[in-house]
């Protein structure tokens, strides 16, 4: 059974980072054909999907967000990372992360229980 927690910084200023952790469990995250997503969600709006890191390490972005975000890897935690900079209060949102294995990385199996981000001006 894949298990993926999202850990972080539930506040974080204007302007700044926001870096986000998903541990995963069950499954190694290099493992074939597992892509990796973020996707983050606003109240009573459909989810917005971030981006994925793949199990070969290949990433791929929302280009709406790809000057902003960026996902790594930690092979040796099995965790991957969502760092998004240069944030605003408009960034507010639940962030998930996600996982398919082989089915379309936006519409993901495996989800994380979410954590609640806030950007404070």
């Known amino acids: 059974q894949v298990q993926l927690r999202e850990s972080g910084p539930g506040l974080v200023k204007s302007s700044q980072t926001l870096s986000l952790t998903c541990s995963v469990s069950?499954?190694?995250?290099?493992?074939?054909?597992?892509?990796w997503s973020w996707i983050r969600q606003f109240p009573e709006k459909e989810p917005e999907w971030i981006g994925y890191i793949a199990y070969n390490g290949r990433t791929s972005y929302s280009p709406s967000l790809e000057s902003r975000a960026s996902i790594s890897r930690d092979t040796s935690k099995n965790q991957f990372t969502l760092d998004l900079n240069s944030v605003s209060p408009e960034d507010t949102a639940v962030y998930y992360c996600?996982?398919?294995?082989?089915?379309?990385?936006?519409?993901?199996?495996?989800w994380g229980q979410g954590t609640q981000v806030t950007v404070s001006s």
């Open positions: 069950g499954v190694s995250i290099t493992t074939a054909y597992y892509h």
């Open positions: 996600a996982t398919t294995r082989g089915g379309s990385p936006k519409e993901p199996d495996y």
